[in-house]
């Protein structure tokens, strides 16, 4: 049975966590509004990169001399994974459900047989996947110094990855991030890179292929594809990472709520105990003094 | 209204702009291009340069520009950009150090068109050095 002063003691070092969890929320609320305004104002650039893309890629289409960031090598055998988590922990689930959804997409492709290389963007990714895959891993980018991760680092990620394509270093590239579904659901996502997916959003058609327009292309348009491939994959990345930091904070933010609600339950069942002890130790002193002044 | 085309300039960060403009002169990769309502469908890519909007009330209004491409539609203009600054937003700091790498691509170019360019770049960004000297001098007295 702990004594008065221990429940006094652990309720005290109950509540300043309760504190720290209960600041750490709010941080993390006037941090997901800022990643959640950053990620919404590079949509417009992403969409439209998508749309002209969409459009363009068409040229391509049942040809054999697609650039091969848009066909591929023709090959299947070496898998890069970009893996984009988190710096911090105290995120709930965030960074290990990133982490799981890679391990489970390397374990299937090297029980296929493939060769599997490994890129970690954020540090809590690396420790995570350091242990299973210790010789896959072939770079680490950490952001810890980085306060808001701009475009110059998505394009510094995006020229790396796309040094390693040009030497022959790997064929299929996919990228893992958490899209930011809402401050509640941040779900694991993988996306395949290189070679390129267009997806045709619905309209895009409508509004490029419009019946009678003919567009004109300076230089042409093989120049243009080329020069827009490699820019789509930083702008891929690039959503990525304020996905993956607006999901971050989503996720701290709601991991902190609940950690900050059960350090209040806990505070409640302490001190109910703390009171029924001080109870019983006033009554055990009553009983004392009473059955002492009987006794005379 | 005055029949104008919808000007929208896109960087990776935010929507940097979005208005009507009576005229918008772009730097392409084989050169500086106007673009005006009705324009034909045109699509190409940019060099680094400056982008200047013409409007029916407002003055000129300038634009740095690095990388990126010009969609030109029946819709109007959107301008995907690497970067793009307004030259209103530069600061004196910002300024001197695009003039220093803008003179070290000039250092670099090795063909005559680069070379051309390259200097095109640099004088524009000394003259709006130069103005930018003007305003604020302006502003101190």
């Known amino acids: ?296 | 209204m005055a029949e104008g085309l919808k000007l929208e300039i896109v960087s990776p960060e935010r929507l940097v702009l979005s208005q009507q403009a009576t005229a918008v002169t772009v730097p392409g990769t084989e050169g500086y291009f106007t673009v005006m309502a009705g324009h034909a469908p045109f699509m190409t890519t940019l060099r680094t340069g400056f982008i200047t909007v013409t409007g029916d009330a407002v003055a000129p209004a300038v634009f740095f520009v690095r990388g990126g491409f010009a969609d030109v539609s029946p819709e109007g203009l959107t301008i995907l950009a690497e970067e793009s600054v307004p030259f209103a937003e530069m600061g004196q700091d910002d300024l001197q150090a695009r003039i220093r790498t803008a003179e070290q691509t000039l250092a670099a170019a090795n063909t005559p068109e680069e070379r051309t360019f390259a200097q095109e770049v640099v004088s524009g960004l000394l003259n709006l050095a130069q103005e930018a000297s003007y305003l604020n001098g302006a502003h101190a007295n």
């Open chain 1, 1 to 296: 049975m702990p004594s008065l002063k221990d429940l006094k003691n652990r309720i005290d070092s109950v509540k300043s966590t309760q504190k720290i969890t209960k600041a750490m929320q709010m941080v993390a609320a006037a941090k997901l509004r800022r990643a959640q305004d950053a990620a919404e104002a590079a949509r417009p650039y992403a969409e439209r990169m998508g749309r002209v893309l969409a459009s363009l890629g068409a040229v391509y289409e049942g040809q054999t001399n697609a650039p091969p960031l848009l066909a591929g090598t023709g090959r299947d055998q070496t898998h890069l994974l970009i893996v984009a988590t988190g710096e911090r922990g105290l995120a709930g689930g965030f960074n290990s459900s990133i982490a799981r959804l890679a391990r489970d997409h390397a374990n299937r492709l090297l029980s296929e047989g493939k060769t599997v290389k490994i890129l970690t963007v954020g540090r809590k990714g690396h420790d995570i996947l350091r242990r299973q895959f210790p010789d896959h891993i072939i770079d680490t980018v950490s952001f810890r110094e980085v306060k808001q991760v701009g475009f110059a680092q998505a394009n510094q990620i995006a020229q790396n990855v796309l040094a390693l394509f040009a030497a022959g270093e790997f064929d299929v590239a996919t990228l893992f991030y958490a899209k930011f579904g809402s401050v509640v659901s941040q779900v694991p996502t993988a996306t395949q890179i290189i070679p390129a997916r267009l997806e045709t959003p619905a309209g895009a058609e409508g509004q490029l292929a419009a019946p009678g327009v003919i567009y004109e292309y300076e230089p042409n348009e093989e120049a243009i594809v080329e020069d827009l491939l490699p820019r789509n994959i930083s702008v891929q990345i690039f959503r990525a990472l304020l996905e993956n930091g607006a999901s971050f904070y989503g996720a701290q933010m709601s991991a902190m709520d609940n950690a900050t609600r059960n350090a209040g339950e806990m505070i409640n069942a302490l001190q109910l105990s703390y009171n029924r002890q001080r109870q019983a130790q006033i009554t055990k002193e009553l009983i004392e003094i009473i059955s002492g002044a009987e006794a005379l």
